[in-house]
């Protein structure tokens, strides 16, 4: 059974940072590209960043650029996401998802990700 799980969220002031996790068990870590989105109250699910196990990288929200970074760390089965200069606009739930290695660029829409976290909410105070 496949499972991920995001750890690493909470509350944290604007300006602040916080790094999450995404713990992958029941797969094989290095054939999956691991991606990152975010959901906000009333909103659409959207796409961060992802990556391939051999480093391929995409990225999305403009507003994330400079401020996240994705990596990964196959032997731990993990992911990370660290985010920087919070903002509150950056609050939401926070999901990791894997998507079998079945082309070269990590995908960034939402159903072409095979399995998903249960989700790590993010709170940034004004």
């Known amino acids: 059974q496949v499972q991920l799980v995001e750890s690493g969220g909470g509350l944290v002031q604007t300006g602040g940072s916080l790094r999450l996790s995404c713990a992958a068990t029941g797969l094989t870590f290095s054939n999956y590209r691991v991606g990152w989105f975010r959901q906000a109250p009333g909103k659409e699910r959207e796409f961060i960043a992802a990556?391939?196990?051999?480093?391929?990288?995409?990225v999305g929200v403009d507003s994330a650029k400079g401020r996240f970074t994705i990596s990964r760390d196959n032997a731990k089965n993990t992911a990370y996401l660290q985010m920087n200069s919070l903002k509150p606009e950056d609050t939401g739930v926070y999901y990791c998802a894997a998507s079998y290695d079945r082309s070269r660029y990590p995908p960034s829409v939402v159903s072409e990700y095979d399995y998903w976290g249960q989700g790590t909410q993010v709170t940034v105070s004004s």
């Open positions: 990556l391939r196990w051999n480093g391929d990288l995409r």
